[in-house]
């Protein structure tokens, strides 16, 4: 991340160095894997945390789809956890004062069910209620009655 906001700044600059890399930077952005790496790279979707054995998701940062209620990234404005249900089965009572629940999310979620923590990973992914009750606790606490 360090390096990542260094390099920023340097293309900020305003010496011939500087100009010249934004120029390179420039041509290769044209480059589809390019864009794709330095996006991933600077909004972090990139990032994989390991939260362990599981769906190919978890750990991973979503990126900003369009949802029937609006986008994600506008969802979460609140910093607070996010779970997008398409089940309507699913509850986070006990903790919806920490997590949010939309419920009939788009089908560009091709999953029954995620559990965001606030800054957009993967926390969980299932569509059983047991299963969901048992993470929320590690990301978000005990439960309130």
């Known amino acids: 991340m360090l390096d990542n906001t260094r390099a920023q700044i340097t293309l900020l600059g305003t010496d011939p160095g500087a100009t010249a890399l934004r120029e390179l930077f420039s041509k290769?952005?044209?480059?589809?894997?390019?864009?794709?790496?330095?996006?991933?790279?600077?909004?972090?979707?990139?990032?994989?945390?390991?939260?362990?054995?599981g769906h190919e998701l978890l750990g991973r940062r979503l990126r900003d789809v369009k949802l029937k209620q609006g986008r994600l990234y506008e969802l979460m404005h609140g910093g607070r956890g996010l779970l997008l249900d398409r089940t309507g089965r699913l509850s986070v009572e006990g903790w919806a004062d920490r997590v949010d629940h939309v419920v009939d999310v788009s089908e560009k979620l091709d999953v029954p069910a995620v559990l965001l923590r606030p800054d957009g990973h993967v926390a969980w992914v299932g569509e059983d209620q047991q299963d969901l009750l048992s993470r929320l606790p590690k990301w978000f606490g005990a439960a309130v009655s």
């Open 28 to 53: 290769l952005m044209d480059f589809e894997e390019v864009n794709r790496y330095v996006t991933e790279m600077i909004t972090a979707v990139g990032v994989h945390y390991d939260f362990g054995e």
